[in-house]
């Protein structure tokens, strides 16, 4: 089986910072990009970028560990959502073979920002 576990997720007051992670795991063999996207109540599932953030995001990526990041600082209560994993295609180990799975989304972790 193959999955990605987000962590890091919580309460933090306004201002504050937070650091979210996601691993892929199982049998991997390789994970191809992987992003994060937040959804907020009531609103559409939308994508996490380092542009968008106003330099208060940074996205970074440990290969070696099919594992991303994602810092956040400066907290607002428009940051609050769900933030989720995703990661466009997995290849593992299955039998004597290889499996594939294609836009692979974790469970999502709760951010909350408020005083």
């Known amino acids: 089986q193959v999955d990605l576990v987000e962590s890091g997720g919580g309460s933090v007051q306004p201002g504050g910072s937070l650091t979210l992670s996601c691993a892929a795991i199982?049998?991997?063999?390789?994970?191809?990009?992987m992003a994060w996207y937040r959804q907020a109540p009531g609103k559409e599932r939308d994508l996490v970028s380092d542009d968008s953030m106003e330099g208060r995001f940074t996205i970074s990526r440990d290969y070696a560990n099919n594992t991303v990041y994602l810092q956040m600082t400066n907290l607002g209560p428009d940051d609050t959502a769900v933030y989720y994993c995703y990661a466009d295609s997995i290849v593992y180990h299955v039998n004597r073979g290889l499996g594939r799975y294609v836009d692979v989304w974790g469970k999502g972790t709760q951010v909350t920002v408020t005083s």
């Open positions: 199982g049998s991997i063999v390789r994970v191809g990009n």
